[in-house]
């Protein structure tokens, strides 16, 4: 499975650029495979929501589980698509001072915004959790709520990878703007 993964990265990555372009292109790929993996997970979340609203309104039945399965899916989109939306652009900013800049003081923002501000919440969020899912985890954690779903913890476990993964994004984003600083774009 992970072969098929990164089948074609190599090859992808390492064609005739300099070091900086090729591990932009290193991180974009592998970004882009989580986002599609998270799209998968927002498919499957519309399907669950449609299964539990069908259910309750029709069959008036309902699910625990399946209702704490959606939030888990929600939570797992919301959490990767972060490093996915930084990668694409697409998290906010003041864009009506960013647009005035030149391309070398946006990358420069970019960099210091990074660096001083996202780094170290994700670096606070990623140990600070680990805790969190260890007890978690010795505990056996359930949901209060009769059906609902069992081994709370690998829900749990999903805030510190994700962290890393924002961490491993913003490092593929910090090298972008530095090959648009250096004009290597």
């Not at 098929?4 to 992808?12: H, L, M, N, P, W």
């Not at 372009?21 to 669950?48: M, P, Q, T």
């Not at 010795?138 to 829900?155: A, V």
Request: proline share 2%.
């Amino acid at each position: 499975m992970e072969t098929a993964f990164f089948d074609g990265v190599v090859e992808k990555v390492f064609q005739g650029a300099s070091m900086l372009l090729k591990l932009e292109r290193f991180f974009d790929l592998v970004i882009s495979r989580v986002g599609k993996v998270i799209s998968l997970l927002l498919l499957l979340l519309i399907f669950n929501v449609f299964f539990d609203v069908v259910m309750r309104y029709f069959f008036h039945n309902s699910s625990v589980g399946m209702q704490e399965l959606e939030w888990h899916l929600f939570s797992m989109v919301i959490l990767y698509g972060v490093g996915v939306a930084l990668k694409d652009d697409g998290h906010v900013r003041v864009d009506f001072l960013y647009e005035k800049y030149s391309v070398k003081t946006k990358a420069m923002v970019n960099i210091c915004g990074t660096l001083l501000f996202l780094l170290p919440l994700a670096l606070l969020v990623t140990f600070g959790s680990v805790e969190f899912v260890l007890d978690s985890y010795s505990m056996s954690e359930i949901s209060e709520d009769p059906g609902g779903l069992t081994h709370r913890w690998i829900i749990k476990s999903m805030i510190p990878v994700a962290m890393m993964f924002l961490i491993f994004s913003a490092a593929g984003y910090v090298i972008k703007n530095i090959n648009l600083y250096r004009g290597a774009k």
